[in-house]
Nanobody, 114 residues
Framework: QVQLVESGGGLVQAGESLRLSCKASGRIDSFASMGWYRQAPGDRRELVASMSSNDIPVYAESAEGRFTISRDNAKNTVYLQMNSLKPEDTAVYYC????????WGQGTQVTVTS
């Protein structure tokens, strides 16, 4: 079992920044990938950014150039630095851990006002 605890969401104005954190605990596999997804009301959950165990990032087009994913393997933590936030970034953001099994965090709300 793997537990994921997210933090860092909140309410900001357009153009501001937020940093999300997700700490994994439990039976961690060194080859696991970790990433961030988001889901807005009425929409499907979508990839924002992910990072493989060898630190190769993948970004959604909407996140490219504004968001940066990073990972501290010693702390089993993945971060998402979100800059230049837009109202359309408003969603619940979920941390995802993927190894033999996929685990999801409980989600953290990000609300961006115009």
């Amino acid at each position: 079992q793997v537990q994921l605890v997210e933090s860092g969401g909140g309410l900001v104005q357009a153009g501001e920044s937020l940093r999300l954190s997700c700490k994994a605990s439990g039976r961690i596999d060194s080859f696991a990938s970790m990433g961030w997804y988001r889901q807005a009301p009425g929409d499907r959950r979508e990839l924002v950014a992910s990072m493989s165990s060898n630190d190769i990032p993948v970004y959604a087009e909407s996140a490219e150039g504004r968001f940066t994913i990073s990972r501290d393997n010693a702390k089993n933590t993945v971060y998402l630095q979100m800059n230049s936030l837009k109202p359309e970034d408003t969603a619940v953001y979920y941390c995802r851990y993927s190894a033999y099994t996929v685990y999801w965090g409980q989600g953290t709300q990000v609300t961006v006002t115009s």
